[in-house]
């Protein structure tokens, strides 16, 4: 019996760090969270969203073209692409070897794009590739969506066109631009809808609330977001155009929200500035980039992305997409690169 006694200490003794190694990786477990795992973003990088809209946010210029790239070149079976400008040559070959490789590549461009030419070479070499092609439905004034969809499952819902200039590509001109990357299956379902109501030539049925699609609900959701504001609206536009959205804007200032407008650093919304400064809103023009972002925050807590300016045109007569975000990684990404840019603001 003596004998034994040992065996059983070792015994229990092995027993009892299994245990313990089990409880301490059982604990880590319980306190691990995607939110926890998940980068942040300074300024550009890919930021992972653990949150339930299933959501990944990418700012230019710093992420460049490597979130549009690496979609195309991983896409398995279909890329959906409907989009305002398409001149970017990496990702026009990207989209050309994803149809040589077999895959259904469909590509729909703005015909006419204000200021530019019609895109009828990039068309050319698209179809020689064996990707199908079609100029956007003529019914809207442009097709200024900045859409994508990956094998039926990812949705790219942007402000960037697929251009050197919005990917962070050019040497001349760079953008402060935001892209969605969203897996959500209702929204994917939804912008693939809209792509092929667009290809058609048919009419589509928004059901989707988080979804902004202009001409349908962009105006409304636009002004909902601001009048629901309470104590904060922090705003980035190319264009300030509107007379509705603008008053609803010096509304909000008027009732003791703190509004905050970023534009373009040139002359381009010198009636909306003037209506803003004279509700005594805060209006800077970004010194650092191009304002090409179309994105609002309320609250910092809802926040708007996407393609729509704030315009008549963009709002009552485009084609336009975006996305309601309440995701708080999101939120706290487009928060940070905010106050970023307004540090490299001056007073409009």
């Not at 019996?1 to 065996?7: G, H, I």
């Not at 300024?43 to 549009?68: R, S, T, W, Y």
């Not at 010096?250 to 500035?273: H, T």
């Amino acid at each position: 019996m003596n004998k034994t006694l040992p065996q059983n200490k070792t015994l229990l003794v092995t027993l009892g760090s299994v245990l313990l190694t089990l409880v301490i990786f059982s604990s880590f477990l319980l306190h691990a969270s995607p939110t926890h795992a998940a980068s942040q973003l300074t300024h550009g990088a890919l930021a992972q969203n653990a949150g339930a809209q299933q959501i990944k946010v990418f700012v230019e210029p710093a992420a460049g073209e490597q979130p549009v790239l690496d979609a195309i070149n991983n896409a398995r079976t279909s890329i959906y692409v409907e989009m305002y400008l398409l001149t970017d040559t990496n990702v026009i070959s990207a989209l050309e070897n994803a149809a040589k490789n077999g895959l259904d590549v469909r590509v729909m461009l703005e015909e006419h794009p204000f200021g530019g030419s019609t895109p009828t070479s990039t068309m050319q070499a698209l179809s020689n590739a064996g990707a199908k092609t079609e100029y956007s439905n003529s019914v809207f004034t442009y097709t200024h969506e900045k859409g994508m969809v990956v094998d039926g499952t990812t949705a790219y819902i942007m402000s960037c066109n697929f251009t050197k200039s919005a990917l962070g590509g050019s040497s001349s001109t760079t953008n402060r631009e935001y892209g969605i990357i969203d897996s959500n299956a209702t929204d994917v379902n939804t912008v693939l809808g809209v792509f092929n109501a667009d290809w058609n030539r048919s009419s589509y049925t928004l059901t989707d609330t988080s979804i902004v699609l202009s001409p349908v609900n962009s105006r409304n959701d636009f002004i909902n977001l601001i009048n629901g504001a309470k104590s904060s609206l922090e705003i980035e536009a190319e264009e300030m155009d509107d007379s509705s959205v603008e008053q609803a804007i010096v509304s909000a200032e008027g009732r003791g929200v703190k509004v905050q407008v970023i534009l373009p650093d040139d002359n381009s919304n010198s009636a909306g500035i003037s209506t803003l400064d004279n509700g005594g809103v805060s209006v800077s023009k970004d010194t650092q980039y191009y304002m090409h972002a179309k994105m609002m925050l309320a609250d910092g807590s809802e926040a708007f992305v996407g393609s729509e300016n704030i315009s008549t045109t963009s709002f009552d007569k485009n084609r336009e997409l975006g996305l309601l975000i309440s995701d708080s990684s999101a939120i706290s990404t487009l928060q940070s690169t905010f106050q970023y840019d307004l540090q490299h603001s001056q007073t409009a």
